[in-house]
Nanobody, 125 residues
């Protein structure tokens, strides 16, 4: 298993930016398929973005496409989520997730075995 710790959340005004980080420890991070999900109060956990082990392929939810960017630094065992042009509807707890092999459905939380504790992102209007 791999242990995940998110950081970088906070309070930001609409239109602002945040950069989330997810530090991994344990098994070989570079072998893992990584994803970001988010969960707003009273709602289900939704897919945000994912990245293959090499970083060569990325996937995004339609709701954030063009505003968010996922990247990874395998040398530092870290995956990032750069969030720009934030909107109040982006307010949620953001979770980092890891899968030991690329999930058949990368947008489903069921495909990931390891999860971080989450970091709160609040966007004020």
């Amino acid at each position: 298993q791999v242990q995940l710790v998110e950081s970088g959340g906070g309070l930001v005004q609409a239109g602002g930016s945040l950069r989330l980080s997810c530090a991994a420890s344990g098994r070989t991070f570079s072998n893992y398929f990584m994803g970001w999900f988010r969960q707003a109060p009273g709602k289900e956990r939704d897919f945000v973005a994912a990245i293959r082990w090499s970083g060569s392929w990325t996937y995004y939810a339609d709701s954030i496409k063009g505003r968010f960017a996922i990247s990874r630094d395998n040398a530092k065992n870290t995956v990032f989520l750069q969030m720009n042009s934030l909107k109040p509807e982006d307010t949620a707890v953001y979770y980092c997730a890891a899968a030991s092999s690329e999930p058949a459905h990368y947008y489903s939380s069921r495909g990931y075995e390891n999860w971080g504790q989450g970091t709160q992102v609040t966007v004020s209007s």
